[in-house]
């Protein structure tokens, strides 16, 4: 396996997980106008298909 060709594969997926996450939540703040007060709790969930991958992540965003 080539590392570099697989750290740089690896983050561009993440970079792309990262951005588009950020863009469905905050249009979805936007949307149902979910700003000022509160906590939005979020999930991420991710899986690796043909494998057993299930990895879950919980949080809460301030919406202060």
């Known amino acids: 396996m080539d590392d570099d ?3 740089q ?3 561009r997926f993440l970079k792309e997980v ?3 996450s ?3 939540i905050e249009r ?3 949307e149902r106008d979910l700003g000022g007060d509160g906590k ?3 999930q991420m969930v ?3 298909e043909g ?3 299930r990895h879950q992540v919980d949080g809460e965003i301030d919406l202060g």
Do not use: K, M
Request: hydrophobic share 40%; net charge positive; proline share 0%.
């Open 28 to 30: 979805l703040v936007r």
């Open 40 to 42: 939005l709790r979020v």
């Open 22 to 24: 950020q863009r469905e």
């Open 46 to 48: 991710l899986t690796a």
């Open 18 to 20: 990262g951005i588009t």
């Open 51 to 53: 494998t057993d991958l």
């Open 5 to 7: 060709r697989f750290n």
């Open 9 to 11: 594969s690896l983050r």
